[in-house]
């Protein structure tokens, strides 16, 4: 959405689903495999996609299950914290089914409020670690699309990895932005895709929409309109859409 879409009714319609959303999984104490709890955030999904995507035409090409992501580079743009924790749920739980690391790269306030709504959910939240992707985004900065695939791939053969498939990465762009800068952050992105194609890793980036849509301190036009480009997957409805 632009800034000054003030006659759009779509923010207004997004601030009361995510309302619903939050009050509704309150009611159902935070079972998230709720069939209520699962539509209204989808619901969500849509109102959120068809804000941030305004005007620009979409044409959905194919779906992924979550189960198989190895490779890819994808995004998903959350409007609230319940929005993101339930929809991360499906997209984590899929990887800990497949035997993935799971790592997370989020502001410490965000990654405990997630690991205590797995824990609810009875998530093994084990498999699941905080990895900051600031050292991929110097790697980048200093060494470009060689240096991140290093780096990826020096995270693959670690120890900890070892006895995991792979390396399901979740970050967050508000995060690694004010950790480094904009103009970082945003040519890892673009390297991004190129950088986990054939590999064992994955990468997930969760934009916040919010911030997008009301303050625009750290996702702002630039970044969103840059996501739109540099990911061809985004998750939705418990699938990885393939967007041309």
Not at 123 to 147: A, R
Not at 151 to 171: C, D, F, H, P, T
Not at 186 to 205: D, H, M, P, R
């Amino acid at each position: 959405m632009e800034t000054l879409c003030s006659t759009c009714s779509l923010r207004n319609d997004i601030e009361k689903y995510r309302i619903m959303l939050n009050n509704l999984i309150a009611e159902k104490d935070y079972k998230l495999l709720d069939e209520e709890i699962i539509k209204l955030s989808e619901y969500l999904d849509e109102l959120v996609y068809k804000c941030v995507f305004c005007n620009k035409s979409l044409e959905y090409i194919s779906k992924l299950n979550l189960k198989n992501v190895f490779g890819i580079h994808s995004t998903f743009y959350y409007y609230g914290y319940q929005h993101l924790f339930t929809s991360l749920y499906f997209y984590i739980t899929a990887g800990i089914n497949n035997n993935e690391l799971i790592y997370v790269s989020m502001e410490k306030s965000l990654y405990d409020g997630l690991l205590a709504f797995l824990k609810v959910n009875k998530v093994p939240v084990e498999h699941i670690k905080f990895n900051s992707v600031e050292e991929l985004i110097k790697g980048n900065k200093y060494g470009g699309l060689i240096e991140l695939k290093h780096q990826i791939n020096k995270a693959l053969l670690s120890n900890e990895v070892k006895k995991y498939s792979g390396i399901r990465w979740i970050g967050q762009p508000s995060y690694a932005i004010k950790s480094t800068s904009e103009n970082d952050f945003l040519a890892f992105e673009t390297n991004l895709t190129k950088g986990v194609y054939n590999t064992k890793a994955s990468i997930l980036c969760i934009y916040d929409a919010y911030d997008y849509m009301n303050k625009g301190e750290f996702i702002n036009k630039t970044v969103i309109e840059k996501s739109l480009l540099t990911h061809s997957y985004i998750l939705k409805n418990s699938f990885l859409e393939e967007i041309g």
